[in-house]
């Protein structure tokens, strides 16, 4: 399996570094006779897209998506589907500090280590740039699973969590066990930059945000995501679980630390009785009682609310200089220059959202493959 | 892939259900040359083999494994190693029950979802008896890494964790920053049936498993795992990233439910200064102050020890009925019968290790397969 | 992917050498609740076993099949299923020679050039004995696609062909255009040991194989193999072609060198004209006048029978002596001592079907993953 | 495994169609610090570029590479490398034939059985336009192998095969058994617009493909390419055999129907005298006396040149019209206005090349990766 490619029916294979001419990415094995054109995909990169607003990093791109194959008169082919972001905004600036020495907390000296050479711009292909690629694919694979919603949020920043109440309630309101929902997001979430749930929080994170930002600091935030109406069935044991895919997804986005699926540390500390998911008769087949498990049993889809509880460390990029090492392995100190996210998993939440889409996505193609 | 295969050029497939004849792997794209023959594996499947102590299980599984092919004269010939192991102690029971309904918390639900049908002798092919394989498979793929010292432990079970200095001096002194051991295990960890590092602890959870054993309840456990002397450089951004793949291979083993790689979600509430990893000239080549990435940046080792930690659910068979349902979706009530290990976390430590110990060595072989 | 491993969806994994105790494949990806038990594999296998006329070798391999796993109340579970042979037949016989030298025509130079060792005794890994676990293997496909009749047989030995019209009439009466037959293959096939459907040639070819095996020569063969039935549709352009999957099935037989999809190499001498395949309405839909592309066109079956040709060398197990070196670089000779088939393309046959039903069975599950 | 992505380490995956806006490749896998622009890529182009003579289409592309990722400072950087070609020359022409019909011996029927729907205009996705991203990411494979010299030419061409001894002094020159050559072709290759290297087939071909041509006709050919320095270990059996891997590439390039490696089908004819490949010490380690083999034992490289055949069919695309059916299942007729190759095969070469390059690059890093 190519390491730049993800999933086994739909997949994807990205490219592109943070400041060559493009990114992109090929989407393989879509399903024939979707009605996709760019706009299906734009919204997507739009809540991703930087410098909307202070509290993400100034760089200026449109993030204009072109799909240049897989789509004839308005419908997907079946073919592979390409799709490709122009960078506008490269910034022509001096990188000889980062030619020269490791940014601590960056992937530069594992590149040197692994490749023996970087692209040092930017960091080149570890830039969180790419994660672009992965929202225009999740754009297609939103399509596959039309009886899907997925909705993320941020849940977390700097440790000041959102109200407990308001996080069941958004649980089980909107995405409610076994009910579907009308697909309209959390009416606050467009009311904050933060992607944040309880306005309560968000007017404490704004603070928390612009504490850091002014201070050329940085904060970690947790991400959460739902997804319902996945059916019971979906999943592979045992290497193609649901979860493991989900956990290999979320774990892969740049500065991810932590992947939790249900209750995931808290069920650590539960005894099996608090831990368990009773089922009972409902109006449209099985019920749960409770969703600890967050909807997987031995890599399998239990048809309740599928939930990922995913941590974005702080940012590396900041402004007070930390040691580190020359190419040559001389002392030296280094800080970060230039635009950065003082809080990176805020724009994390439509890359979560569209890694889920994406593992949903492959394993409704794999599971009707297998099972019919 | 195979959905029942792991990896990219070390794979591993594995076959088998809790009550027939056998279980087994197929281990593929091992190197050759390699000294190897049983009295090498059986170690491993020794330390995660039923019935030892009253801590787990009392099926009685001798788990002999023997080698079926791809070794000759005492080496691995590069062809597919096949590891067998007999299922010996598959008591006869009733099994009418189970075959019934769907016991909560466990596959059952999910598998009949899918497949339309299951063995459900044992929980069939979801039983975490199936990971005795992946020990088996666990002990070839140590060969491929012999520069690279891997230890897990069980670091909290109940809620209940081990002393915070015994742990960092653990991870110091036995992991080592840069430092490789002699590979000889933590002495107290030999002492007590929890794979304890700390003597303290493993007094107070003598009694909290023990309780929970005589309640018929069970209780969840932390594992973490440390791996020293991997080379800066394993790892492949950006979709067969280390950490991504380590985090697929524990959330694939049974009853895990949250992964986290170094500080994990901890570092979701650090600043971007209290969360660098600065790095300075050392003897043998670049040191880093810390370790809050646990060893691996954008998804390649930095040549630090890569630390793993592990949330395991409590076994969700308790001997409290719940409310269930039958297949044929009446309600109805379920316990479950028959021999379960009180804390599953347990016996999970010698699986994580060999799921460590898989994901380094096939990511050895691909590194030395792209860059030389 | 698994170098052990073939197909996608529908994956198999072999292991086994030639004299170890057992040889096996595992195979994954099976749809759940197909009705299977050893006897419905067992024929296969019966097929292909060695010993059962003077034109094989004298191997005496019962060739018994076990299924270990995958399999419940005699249905599939959708789980692996893994299919075990025991050896039996392993002559202990003094291999002192061919573990010095290079047998000429097999792949002893290569085996130790790729892996600086190998198993000399009776070929090891590169045993035509491994193709018993296709055969299985082929067996369980079979199930997978009822819709599809597949028959080979020998058309061509030691350069003598059989008679052209028998040889269209049974692509037509057996195969038909777009007409499936009842799946009983073609009465003189069974008449006689060559898999033959021309008794004429069928006499000669007795001389022909008996000859060369008096003379300790050998004879190459052409097999023939075609599948109705498969709907318009299965395949996958541009990288899992259907007819470029075939190619790699059969070409990775022992003894394979050529391929041939439709009329192969015949094609490149005729005009577009005479090549063509035209169209018109049939009552079951668009028949086809002709089938020169063998049933598929861009990678895709097109609804007509799949039509395949291979190609077997003359077995490199000759009494007669070669120039080869040792181990160690010196000129030696070197003949095969032993038992071995004077023809080994007669029982590639069964082998042949196999690796037929195991690309088709694949595609059927790929076709109705991406496309429904 | 993508079913538009080809290979295992070294792997690529083309998208776009015939009269997209452009095609490409995204090759992954590529070991850094290797030397690379468009300068080294485009050669290989402009050999398969359509237009140059009367022989071939008469379609205008000057089929421009662009490099788009994964190169930095004139290097690969060991991440994916995005290449891209525009399409120019998409004749706005009238479609409205090729939508409502299907074009026999084309893809057409096959794509609307799979899909239920195609891109008409040029064969979309089908078209052999596609043949260009194989042969751009061919230009990089080469730069993995610069130990390996890849030679192909067309040896027959409507039946008209080229000079026995000059096909054998070829092979033998320019291949070498075990002999390196320095890379330059074959002279009269050069000098004729066929790949041809018998001076007296080429004049004889000049009359062949121009009536062919006139007659509004086409004619098919065999291509033989000869690797040579491809070390004795490459390859990986049993499922990832070199010549395996080989037959399916070759298979699905657009038009081929028939694959040998050695002496193919001819070897069916030989007894195992004939056939046989004796060794004896040479000079620079062990040398063959014949290479009936074509380079490969076992599914490994023996350290001969590896030889192989391809059959193209003639172009489906002629005037004479064809009955045929409409998508509505109705009889009519169509033959194929616009430009095409009267013999597809000629362009052909530079893509069995450009194949064969990726096969060994592939097979060479995981040859490396498994056995160091």
């Known amino acids: 399996m190519s390491v730049n490619t993800f999933g086994r029916l739909l997949r994807f294979t990205t490219w592109g570094e943070s400041h060559g001419p493009a990114i992109g990415a090929v989407v393989d094995g879509c399903p024939p006779g979707l009605a996709i054109d760019e ?23 449109p993030d204009q998506v072109r799909i240049l194959s897989g789509v004839f008169e308005g419908k997907t082919t079946g073919t592979p589907i390409s799709l490709m972001i122009e960078n506008v905004d490269q910034r022509s600036k001096d990188y000889s500090d980062v030619a020269k020495a490791y940014r601590p907390g960056h992937a530069d000296y594992a590149y040197d280590a692994k490749y023996g050479f970087r692209d040092y711009r930017g960091g080149g292909r570890s830039s969180a740039r790419e994660t672009a690629s992965r929202v225009a694919a999740g754009g297609v694979a939103r399509l596959v699973i039309p009886e899907v919603t997925i909705q993320a949020w941020v849940s977390e920043i700097g440790g000041d969590a959102i109200n407990g109440s308001v996080r069941r309630q958004l649980i089980e309101t909107v995405a409610g066990y076994n009910k579907l929902t009308d697909g309209s997001p959390w009416p606050t979430m467009q009311e904050n930059p933060f992607f944040c749930p309880d306005p309560e929080a968000a007017k404490r994170w704004e603070k928390i945000v612009d504490d850091a930002r002014l201070a050329g600091s940085s904060v970690g935030a947790v991400v959460e995501c739902v997804a319902t109406g996945v059916p019971a069935g979906w999943g592979a044991p045992l290497y193609g679980k649901l979860d493991a895919d989900l956990a290999a997804a979320m774990m892969g986005i740049n500065a ?6 249900g209750d995931g540390f808290a069920a650590a500390r539960l005894t099996g009785e608090q831990n368990a998911d009773p089922m009972h008769p409902g109006a449209n087949g099985p019920e749960f009682s409770a969703n600890h498990a967050g909807g997987i049993a031995g890599g399998i889809a239990t048809g309740q609310p599928v939930v990922v509880r995913v941590a974005f460390k702080p940012t590396s990029s900041i402004l007070t200089p930390q040691p580190t090492i020359t190419r040559e392995g001389e002392a030296t100190e280094l800080f970060t220059k230039g635009r950065h996210d003082p809080c990176v998993g805020i724009r994390g939440v439509p890359v979560v959202e569209a890694m889920m889409a994406l593992v949903l996505a492959d394993h409704k193609l794999l599971h009707r493959g297998q099972c019919g």
Do not use: C, N
Not at 256 to 261: D, L, P, Q, R, Y
């Open 256 to 261: 991810v630390k932590g992947v939790e699926i």
């Open 39 to 61: 706009s299906v995909i734009q919204p997507f990169l739009d809540a991703r897209r930087p410098g909307q607003s202070k509290f993400t990093t100034q760089r200026q791109e």
